[in-house]
C-alpha cells in the first residue's frame, strides 16, 4: 500500500499545452510539498501545503497552481507548458510544518515530465 | 539561508570497500539533517536522520552519519558497499517548513 503516490509516472506532451499531476498521501499527514528535480538532479521545493491552505511558494512562476482539495491531496496544474518545465516532479508528505522538529518528509516516486 | 553542499558529485568505489560521502551545509540555527537515497527512476527513501543527541546516527541499509558541529558536516558512511548501493545520494537540512538539499552524489560500485 503505497504511502505517497503520484500520477502519471510518465508524462509527454507538446509545449503550450495544460496538464495535471496528481498526489495522494495515506499516511494521515498534515503538510504535502511539491518538488522539481531538474536535468542536473537538483531538487528544489516549489509549493508546500499544511492543511489544505499554502505555505510556501518559492517564485514559481503563476503558470503552476498547486491545488489541495482536503488534507490527503495536493495536485500540481501546469498552464502553457515551456521547453523548461520537463523535470522530475516529485509530491512529498509530513506530520506537521516542521515547527522546531525537522518533521520527515515521505516522497513519492515522481513523474517524469517531457515538454517537447 | 539554508545550503548544503556535496562536494563530490560522483564516487565510484569497489564492491566490500567502505563508503563515506561528505555534506557541508551551512544554517544559522540548530540543524535537522537527513540523508535520502534515489534509486534509478524511483523516488527518494530517508536512509537516516539527525534532529539532537548522539552525533553518530544509525540508518537503513547499514548506513551512519556524524554530524560535527564545528565543521558544518554531516558525511555519510558505510564501512562495506553492496553493488545494491548504487544510487544517487542526497543530503538536505530542514528547518521551518522545508527541505534544502545538496547537488546529490551519484555512487557507482565496481564488481
Known amino acids: 500500500d503505497t504511502a505517497v503516490s503520484q500520477t502519471p509516472k510518465y508524462l509527454v506532451t507538446q509545449m503550450g499545452n495544460d496538464k495535471s499531476i496528481k498526489c495522494e498521501q495515506n499516511l494521515g499527514h498534515d503538510t504535502m510539498y511539491w518538488y522539481k528535480q531538474d536535468s542536473k538532479k537538483f531538487l528544489k521545493i516549489m509549493f508546500s501545503y499544511n492543511n489544505k491552505e499554502l505555505i510556501i511558494n518559492e517564485t514559481v512562476p503563476n503558470r503552476f497552481s498547486p491545488k489541495s482539495p482536503d488534507k490527503a491531496h495536493l495536485n500540481l496544474h501546469i498552464n502553457s507548458l515551456e521547453l523548461g518545465d520537463s523535470a522530475v516532479y516529485f509530491c512529498?508528505?509530513?506530520?506537521?510544518?516542521?515547527?522546531?522538529?525537522?518533521?520527515?518528509?515521505?516522497f513519492g516516486a515522481g513523474t517524469r515530465l517531457s515538454v517537447l | 539561508a539554508q545550503s548544503v553542499t556535496q562536494p563530490d558529485i560522483h564516487i565510484t568505489v569497489s564492491e566490500g570497500a567502505s563508503l563515506e560521502l561528505r555534506c557541508n551545509y551551512s544554517?544559522?540555527?540548530?540543524?535537522?539533517l537527513f540523508w535520502y537515497v534515489q534509486s534509478p527512476g524511483q523516488g527518494l527513501q530517508l536512509l537516516l536522520k539527525?534532529?539532537?543527541?548522539?552525533?553518530l546516527v544509525q540508518g537503513i541499509k547499514g548506513f551512519e552519519a556524524e554530524f560535527k558541529r564545528s565543521q558544518s558536516s554531516f558525511n555519510l558512511r558505510k564501512p562495506s558497499v553492496h553493488w545494491s548501493d548504487a544510487a544517487e545520494y542526497f543530503c538536505?537540512?530542514?528547518?521551518?517548513?522545508?527541505?534544502?538539499f545538496g547537488q546529490g552524489t551519484r555512487l557507482t560500485i565496481n564488481p
Open positions: 544554517y544559522g540555527a540548530t540543524p535537522y
Open positions: 512529498a508528505s509530513s506530520q506537521g510544518i516542521g515547527q522546531g522538529k525537522g518533521d520527515i518528509q515521505y
Open positions: 539527525y534532529f539532537s543527541g548522539d552525533t
Open positions: 538536505a537540512v530542514g528547518g521551518a517548513q522545508k527541505l534544502v
